[in-house]
């Protein structure tokens, strides 16, 4: 059986003409060509057969599960340099697969990008996944350069893209998925988050390499790596400025109006995050990163600890900063509690914007046993951002939600500044959208006119 398929065009690349990715193996890594993770297929060779037998084939495949001489691998050339990927299985007893249709016994089936290449079936399969495209891997596309920090997960540093010549982040996560392969661990939901976030007080993902690969293009890969990577790199907007605390740490402290604008920044980050329903649960000076300093612009990052809340299974999770940590979550045996846990962060962190230490003298013991350390803030420290770290500070129960904050006194008048800033702004924005669609309107009006 031969499926045809329609042709398309193809770009043909100089030194390979296809890859095939290691997708999934439940016969171990070690039994795939020595270990590897891609079979490249050369220019120079136009069919590449794949089995278990040494000397009969270019790629080894050591499990009794595949056949001494399991498939070919061919590729066909067109006069306009376009190719045609044809897969011929040879009689294997467990089979060859392409998207999960088996190939029969001297039949040919074309592979496309992206195409699902199975041997043999569940639960002794490798799967790969084919590409035409030339390697796109992190270190193909970027240049690392200064190290930009380093947290409890990895270091970030910056990235030179070598064409655009762009610089950004990059989080360099060592083997995510090895420890707990099932388990929704934290590094792995800061990707799949990271993904749909888009605000201007949210540090911006750009792109995702896993294994040093760029699977995003491939549809379904993000899940496929999440239970194999080893190591991952998470591509972002580059904020310049460093991080709060050492903004903190520099300056001795903020000024009340410095800490507003921080305030005003994460009140406007989380209420977003609130309403995507997601909680961060790591809010601390050393993830909320500075974009401007004339003016003061920060944007929040780190999403490692950050979950989805609608599904229930919220928060049942040991997570955060000690010093950090609404007391619930210390206490937490099982039941749940909701966003309020981004609150008292959020007032541990303006506690730290004034006096540049943590409200509770011994970090270790659960907060709601002791006192706060008034004493600690500065002098000239406002009543009314005293009142607000008391009402952050206190039980889940009576604690400010972040829409509380924004209408607490200390925060009420810049909040509604920015609101009317930022209206202003999406007017202005809205005005000149509708002047140059009049301004095209006309012009086409006046050609109709002129040919007319
Ligand atoms: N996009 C970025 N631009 C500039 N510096 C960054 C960026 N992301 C992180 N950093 C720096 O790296 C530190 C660690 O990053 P973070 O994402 O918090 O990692 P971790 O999960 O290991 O805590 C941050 O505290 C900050 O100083
Ligand atoms: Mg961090």
């Not at 007017?427 to 006046?446: G, I």
Request: aromatic share 8%; with cysteine.
């Amino acid at each position: 059986m031969v499926i045809q398929r329609k042709n398309q065009p193809r770009t043909y690349l100089p030194s390979l003409w296809g890859r095939l990715i290691v997708h999934k193996s439940t016969v171990g890594r070690s039994y795939i060509n020595g270990a590897a993770n891609e079979f490249s297929l050369q220019s120079g060779k136009d069919a590449y057969r794949i089995g278990r037998g040494v000397g009969l084939n270019d790629f080894v495949i050591k499990s009794p599960y595949i056949s001494m001489k399991h498939l070919t691998i061919e590729c066909f050339r067109r006069s306009d340099g376009t190719q045609k990927i044809l897969v011929e299985d040879h009689n294997s007893s467990n089979g060859t697969f392409i998207d999960g249709k088996r190939l029969w016994d001297g039949t040919l089936m074309e592979l496309r990008e992206g195409s699902r290449l199975t041997l043999g079936m569940q639960p002794h399969e490798i799967e790969f996944i084919f590409s035409e495209r030339p390697e796109d891997s992190f270190q193909a596309l970027y240049i690392t350069g200064e190290l930009l920090g380093q947290g409890g997960f990895g270091v970030v540093k910056q990235a030179r893209h070598r064409i655009s010549r762009a610089v950004s982040a990059v989080k360099i996560l060592s083997k995510p998925g090895l420890s707990h392969p099932q388990t929704d661990i934290p590094q792995l939901s800061e990707i799949r988050l990271l993904k749909h976030l888009q605000h201007r007080n949210i540090v911006q993902l750009e792109a995702v390499f896993e294994d040093g690969r760029n699977f995003c293009q491939i549809p379904g890969a993000i899940h496929r790596s999440l239970l194999t990577s080893e190591f991952a790199d998470i591509v972002m907007e580059l904020v310049p400025h460093g991080d709060l605390y050492n903004l903190i740490a520099n300056n001795g402290g903020l000024t009340e109006s410095e800490a507003q604008t921080v305030t005003t920044d994460m009140c406007d980050a989380l209420l977003y995050l609130h309403s995507q329903n997601v909680a961060h649960r790591d809010i601390k000076p050393q993830n909320i990163l500075v974009a401007g300093q004339a003016p003061l612009v920060t944007k929040l990052a780190d999403f490692g600890l950050a979950k989805m809340v609608h599904d229930g299974t919220f928060l049942r999770s040991f997570c955060g900063t000690p010093s950090f940590m609404a007391p619930e979550i210390l206490s937490n045996a099982g039941g749940s509690y909701d966003h309020k846990c981004d609150s008292w962060s959020l007032g541990v962190t303006i506690f730290m914007m004034f006096s540049g230490d943590v409200p509770f003298e011994d970090s270790d013991a659960p907060p709601d046993t002791q006192h706060i350390q008034w004493t600690v803030l500065p002098e000239g420290c406002s009543i009314a951002v005293r009142d607000l770290i008391s009402k952050l500070l206190t039980n889940a129960r009576e604690r400010l939600t972040i829409v509380a904050i924004t209408r607490h006194v200390w925060m009420q008048e810049m909040w509604q500044v920015r609101q009317l800033l930022l209206d202003t702004e999406a007017h202005q924005e809205s005005v000149e959208a509708v002047a140059n669609e009049l301004a095209n309107t006309s012009v086409s009006s006046s050609t109709r006119y002129q040919t007319a």
